[in-house]
Each structure stands twice: as structure tokens, then as C-alpha cells.
């Protein structure tokens, strides 16, 4: 019984921590993103930004860097960071992205 609770309590905390991380960086990602793409005080420029490939790169180098760190750190220990894993690391990580990143721009042309 004990051994249970120690076993959900610490796979409950690698799933804060690997939730976290992906938020965190898909937030920086998009504050990098922005600043990558300059000035966006017009529709015009905005809707140019949103194109810029740059900002795309930005994402999957963070999306690639979790991956990385988690299979050199073994957060997972003797678990297997399988496909399912990936697909929710970068699922987190691009939603976060996208949607800070779209409201910083929608802010930035209303202004």
C-alpha cells in the first residue's frame, strides 16, 4: 500500500513537471517568436509576421530540446518515453506557442 502511494505521487509529479516544461517553453517560444518578427503595428505587418518561417523553426527547436533533454536526463527512468509521449510534448508545446503568439500579435496590430 505504501509503495503505491510513493509510486503515484511520483508519477504525478513527472507529469507536472513534463506539463510544465512544455507550457513554459511553448511561452517562450512565442515572446522569441515575436521578437524575431520585429515590428507588427499594422494588419499588414502582422499578417506577415504570422507567415515568417522563422517563428516555426523557433517551435520545433523547443519541441526537439524537450525531447532531447528528456532522453539524456532519463526523467522517465526505466519507463520508455514512448510515441505517445512525443505527441503530447508537442501538442503542449506548439498549442502554447500558437495561441501566445496570436494574441501578442492581434494585440500589437490593434494597438
Do not use: C, N, P
Not at 66 to 92: C, N, P
Request: aromatic share 12%; net charge negative.
Amino acid at each position: 500500500m505504501s509503495t503505491e502511494s510513493i509510486s503515484d505521487r511520483r508519477e504525478h509529479i513527472r507529469s507536472i513537471s513534463v506539463t510544465a516544461l512544455s507550457a513554459l517553453l511553448g511561452v517562450a517560444a512565442a515572446f522569441a517568436s515575436m521578437a524575431i518578427t520585429g515590428d507588427v503595428s499594422s494588419f499588414e505587418t502582422a499578417s506577415a509576421a504570422a507567415g515568417d518561417t522563422r517563428a516555426l523553426l523557433l517551435v520545433v527547436g523547443a519541441i526537439l530540446a524537450q525531447i532531447i533533454f528528456y532522453d539524456v536526463t532519463s526523467i522517465y527512468g526505466d519507463d520508455e518515453f514512448g510515441m505517445k509521449h512525443y505527441l503530447y510534448v508537442t501538442f503542449m508545446t506548439f498549442s502554447f506557442w500558437f495561441v501566445v503568439w496570436g494574441i501578442m500579435l492581434t494585440a500589437e496590430a490593434a494597438a
